[in-house]
């Protein structure tokens, strides 16, 4: 089992950037496919961007293609998820995600099975 911690959240205005982080803790990996999620106030959890185990292969929502990028470094047990030109429509919580064993279903939000406790993103106009 894969533990998951998410840092870098915080509050900034319109147009800036941000990097969140996830540490992950526990089994392998290198053995898990990642997702960033989302999730605002009296909205339902959005995945905006999964990674592949090994091979760099990306997903990303609509509302985030073009903005973020996000990426692992297998050595050093992270994923990142970089934010740039940030509008207020994505203050949510982020959401660090894991999923055991794939290298295919990075795009699909009911495979994901580990959660991180979520960082807070606020977005000022």
């Known amino acids: 089992q894969v533990q998951l911690v998410e840092s870098g959240g915080g509050l900034v205005q319109a147009g800036a950037s941000l990097r969140l982080s996830c540490a992950a803790s526990g089994r392998t990996f290198s053995s898990y496919a990642m997702g960033w999620f989302r999730q605002a106030p009296g909205e339902e959890r959005e995945l905006i961007a999964g990674?592949?185990?090994?091979?760099?292969?990306?997903y990303y929502s609509d509302s985030v293609k073009n903005r973020f990028t996000i990426s692992r470094d297998n050595a050093k047990n992270t994923v990142y998820l970089q934010m740039n030109s940030l509008k207020p429509e994505d203050t949510a919580v982020y959401y660090c995600a894991a999923v055991w064993g794939s290298n295919s279903r990075y795009s699909i939000p009911s495979a994901y099975g580990y959660w991180g406790q979520g960082t807070q993103v606020t977005v000022s106009s």
């Open positions: 990674i592949s185990r090994s091979d760099g292969s990306t």
